[in-house]
């Protein structure tokens, strides 16, 4: 079946460290793949879009990779700050209903300490 | 912008009643999509509409649930009758989908549904 995964275990992490978030995912060929941030109480928030034929994709002190070999994503933030604690999640664009719908792994919990 | 306006943001209700979620998207958005959070499950598509007709509800639960989507500007999500395993956080997001479909989504604020 498929299946998205992201670590469940809260990454913690000093103030200008660099970030690294991990998504794996199986039995799924997604034509791209997004990352979200959510903060407690709010809706996701979109950050990137990166597709099936780009390996990486930057904006400002994010960037992420994508192997399609391997089956997996990367999301790095540099220069960490507290104001990035939140959840991240990554989603997938499979194909549902003649569309590509995301779908989303479980987010892992990112906390920047000062 | 306003955003995706979502309504109750909380709602407490009792095991056997209805309950309705309402649903504002973004104008000149043609997609939208109900998700369902809970800590055990995370974030699950429970139905889209594509230019106001719903295109998969396969993530729907049960026939207890059900979603419409009158015109382009609102939506609704009922439960009825609710029980307490429906206690989640109902997302509304909506996209503009274009042939390449990596729209990214725009999400509500949730409405907080608790049965007891």
């Known amino acids: 079946s498929q299946k998205i995964e992201q670590n469940s275990e809260a990454l913690n992490i000093q103030e200008g460290k660099t970030a690294t978030l991990t998504c794996n995912y199986t039995n799924y060929s997604p034509a791209y793949l997004q990352w979200y941030r959510q903060d407690p109480g709010r809706g996701p928030v979109f950050l990137l879009l990166i597709r099936e034929n780009e390996k990486e994709k930057r904006k400002e002190r994010l960037k992420v990779t994508f192997d399609t070999t391997l089956k997996q994503s990367l999301f790095h933030i540099t220069a960490s700050q507290p104001a990035d604690s939140a959840t991240y999640l990554c989603?997938?664009?499979?194909?549902?209903?003649?569309?590509?719908?995301?779908?989303f792994g479980r987010g892992t919990s990112l906390i920047v300490h000062p | 912008d306003a955003g995706v306006i979502q309504s109750p943001r909380h709602e407490v209700t009792e095991m056997g009643q209805e309950v309705t979620l309402r649903c504002k998207p973004i104008s000149g958005h043609n997609s939208l999509f109900w998700y369902r959070q809970t800590m055990m499950r995370g974030l699950e598509l429970l139905i889209y509409?594509?230019?106001?007709?719903?295109?998969?509800d396969s993530g729907m639960p049960e026939d207890r649930f059900s979603a419409k989507m009158p015109n382009a500007s609102f939506s609704t999500l009922k439960i009825q009758p609710s029980e307490p395993r429906d206690s989640a956080v109902y997302f509304c997001a909506s996209s503009l989908v274009r042939a390449s479909n990596t729209g990214e989504l725009f999400f509500g604020e949730g409405s907080r549904l608790t049965v007891l």
């Open positions: 509409f594509n230019n106001n007709v719903p295109i998969d």
């Open positions: 989603a997938l664009g499979g194909l549902s209903g003649g569309s590509y719908i995301p779908t």
